[in-house]
């Protein structure tokens, strides 16, 4: 089954995937992102026909803690997070704290 | 704990071979755990790569979408990213890594031509293609970046569980069961001692009651012996 890359974040941040081709995505203006990204991103989550989910690192603050753990524990869809440079997501170093017992992330960033 | 044991040879033999399939599976489970990390180790360099490779990408693809808008618009780029007709697909196909099923994602329709784009070639300028082609490459990336770090979630989930099994035999199942064999082998111990103290008991019970019977028949010849000579007078 084909799937789609879903955007999700301020409409300045989803224009550029636009012009890509995406056309799932769901804009939330900056000023209302406490209020209503949490619906936006479980909206997506949720959406089988969604196979990986694109938001901005930064956005991750604004989500409540239960929807900020099912994107950084999520597998379908994945939800990949830019913005963050080479260390990757801030979930993804915890899990791999919390796996491996080191912090590899931080090891090879030195 | 050892409390709810029966103390029975049947039961010793049962958890005998409870704790050699425990440490066997103990053994194995530690092998998985030492593999998937290994595994692991290989693809966390990988997804470092892809992360930096997806960084760079994200500033270069931000960059000329900017340019585009202090050039044209945001208008006209909004306009331009509204137009887009072909939209880029995925399809998920599944590969096996010591029992982890890891995603490997093709995708379709990401890089587009000029006139696959949809937005005209008349009415929007070359900043704006600019700004379509650094985010297809922005999506290509995310792309490699979403195959990577689902199986990196997907192998941490197993080295999870599989570090609790190894932990949960070693620290919680097998001293329990070591300390139910103890417990049972002593209590066997205590009642085999305890047989053969009632063996030695019954033993010389029965000596003594022997040598009682042997005494009384003794005395019983000699009284006859007595008699006998007092009879024939």
């Known amino acids: ?110 | 704990m050892a409390k709810d044991v029966k103390p029975t040879r049947k039961e010793l033999m049962q958890i005998e071979d409870r704790i050699d399939l425990s440490e066997r599976g103990h053994g194995t489970l530690e092998k998985k755990r030492d593999g998937l990390i290994m595994e692991f180790m290989d693809i966390l360099d990988q997804a470092q790569d892809v992360r930096g490779e997806l960084s760079e990408d994200y500033e270069r693809a931000q960059k000329t979408i900017n340019m585009a808008r202090a050039m044209e618009g945001d208008v006209a780029v909004r306009g331009a990213a509204a137009a887009l007709q072909e939209h880029p697909e995925i399809t998920t196909e599944s590969k096996n890594i010591m029992g982890v099923v890891v995603p490997q994602i093709e995708s379709s329709k990401v890089t587009k031509s000029l006139d696959q784009r949809g937005y005209g070639i008349m009415g929007t300028s070359a900043r704006i293609d600019e700004a379509a082609e650094a985010y297809e490459d922005l999506l290509q990336s995310i792309i490699l970046a979403a195959e990577v770090e689902t199986a990196m979630k997907k192998m941490l989930r197993e080295i999870e569980t599989t570090k609790r099994r190894v932990n949960a035999l070693e620290f919680k199942l097998l001293p329990e069961l070591y300390e139910n064999k103890e417990f049972i082998e002593q209590k066997l111990e205590e009642q085999e001692r305890e047989e053969i103290f009632r063996l030695k008991k019954i033993k010389e019970k029965k000596e003594a009651e022997e040598e009682a019977e042997k005494a009384e028949a003794e005395a019983e010849a000699e009284a006859a012996a007595v008699e006998e000579p007092v009879a024939s007078d």
């Open chain 1, 1 to 110: 089954m084909s799937q789609e890359i879903a955007v999700v974040g301020s409409p300045e941040f989803t224009t550029g995937f636009r012009l890509a081709g995406v056309r799932e995505f769901a804009n939330v203006p900056d000023d209302e992102k406490d209020e209503h990204l949490d619906e936006a991103v479980t909206g997506v989550l949720e959406d089988d026909g969604v196979g990986i989910v694109v938001m901005h690192e930064g956005d991750l603050e604004h989500l409540s803690r239960n929807v900020r753990s099912n994107v950084e524990t999520s597998v379908e869809p994945v939800v990949v997070t830019i913005g963050s440079g080479a260390s990757g997501g801030g979930g993804l170093r915890e899990q791999i704290k919390r796996a491996i017992g080191i912090d590899l992330m931080d090891e090879d960033s030195e």
